[in-house]
Nanobody, 115 residues
């Protein structure tokens, strides 16, 4: 059984930085893509950043130039470096991985950016 565990969330002031981590455990092979999503109160879950097994990245327009997704394939871990954080980045951040037609989600980590 695949499990994803996020870490690194917390409270930060506007303009600050945080680094989220997502560690996968269990039997997972042939990863297609790893990503970060977020859901703010009263809003739908949205894609923040995605990286494919080929190394291609996709970012939401709202985070381009501020957030960076990276991976450590050997550890089956991926990261989201978040810089220049804004209050509107406040949300629960979830990691997701797709593999062989399956998707797995973490339980989320809360990021709160104070103004």
């Amino acid at each position: 059984q695949v499990q994803l565990v996020e870490s690194g969330g917390g409270l930060v002031q506007s303009g600050g930085s945080l680094r989220l981590s997502c560690a996968a455990s269990g039997s997972i092979f042939a990863i297609n893509a790893m990503g970060w999503y977020r859901q703010a109160p009263g809003k739908q879950r949205e894609l923040v950043a995605l990286i494919t097994s080929a190394g291609s990245t996709t970012y939401a327009d709202s985070v381009k130039g501020r957030f960076t997704i990276s991976t450590d394939i050997a550890k089956i871990t991926w990261y989201l470096q978040m810089n220049s954080l804004k209050p509107e980045d406040t949300a629960v951040y979830y990691c997701r991985v797709t593999s062989r037609g399956m998707e797995y989600w973490g339980k989320g980590t809360l990021v709160t950016v104070s103004s």
